[in-house]
């Protein structure tokens, strides 16, 4: 029975952890650029389980294997689902969309991060900035300058009112990228991406389902009361057995 209890809790402990991943799925389902997570599980004290079959040969009883026994899961780690979030047009000269592959570089706080939100803004210094301050860097590394009829091309070249070219926007892919807060991310080996279009004009919002991620709300919820119910009903068979035994005295 405490074996129940023990299995019972653990499963409460997963439910808990989805929810929390759920709820900041759902905070950020209006932010541009964030990619939702799924959690990994793995199974905790697994052990295997024999059953006893007579050897009439060696007159004795041998194991037999029947298969693994699990006796619980627990979280093993996050991971971040980076497929394309829907694209939305907002027709402003500034917000820029990456339909394909890759990031943006971006400086912040002394430091380059990446990302897929594209919801730039321009500062009083007239540079194309995050809504949190990260500027926009170009594929030399230098901060991208918003100045009049700005435009920027399918490959990431930004023109002048002329068509002359000024610089171009550098989109990189990562290996093993991490996210860092809601829409940053870190990564290793930063290396140019090819397979990927610029649509100036265009946001890439979250790729959050709302309705699955509220279904999977219900689900994980109602797993975690049957789960606490559970731990009762084990509690108090543990009580009546403990009783029981004291009334033998």
């Given at each position: ?17 989805k929810l929390d991943r759920i709820a900041n799925d759902l905070a950020n389902v ?57 694209v939305e047009k907002t027709d402003v000269p500034y917000h820029l969309a990456i ?145 029981s035994l004291a009334s033998l005295k």
């Open positions: 029975m405490t074996r129940g209890i023990y299995n019972a809790a653990m499963g409460m402990l997963v439910d808990m952890a209006d932010t541009a650029g964030y990619k939702q997570d799924r959690e990994a599980f793995r199974a905790y004290l697994r052990r295997e389980v024999f059953r006893q079959e007579p050897d009439p040969v060696e007159s004795r009883t041998k194991k037999v294997p029947i298969g693994p026994l699990e006796y619980a899961t627990v979280l093993d780690e996050v991971r971040t689902d980076l497929s394309q979030g829907p339909n394909g592959e890759g990031f943006f570089r971006i400086e912040f706080n002394g430091g380059e991060y990446y990302t897929r939100n594209g919801e730039f803004t321009v500062n009083s210094e007239g540079y194309i900035v995050t809504n949190y301050g990260g500027y926009l860097l170009d594929e030399n590394g230098e901060r991208v300058r918003f100045f009049d009829d700005f435009t920027v091309d399918e490959e990431g070249y930004v023109r002048d009112a002329y068509g002359n070219i000024v610089t171009r926007i550098g989109v990189y892919n990562l290996e093993n990228p991490e996210k860092f807060g809601n829409t940053l991310f870190t990564g290793e080996n930063p290396s140019p991406s090819e397979n990927f279009r610029i649509m100036q004009g265009y946001v890439e919002k979250s790729n959050v389902d709302a309705l699955k991620a509220m279904v999977d709300m219900i689900s994980a919820m109602r797993h975690y009361e049957l789960s606490q119910r559970a731990v009762t009903v084990n509690d108090e068979l543990n009580g009546k057995l403990i009783n």
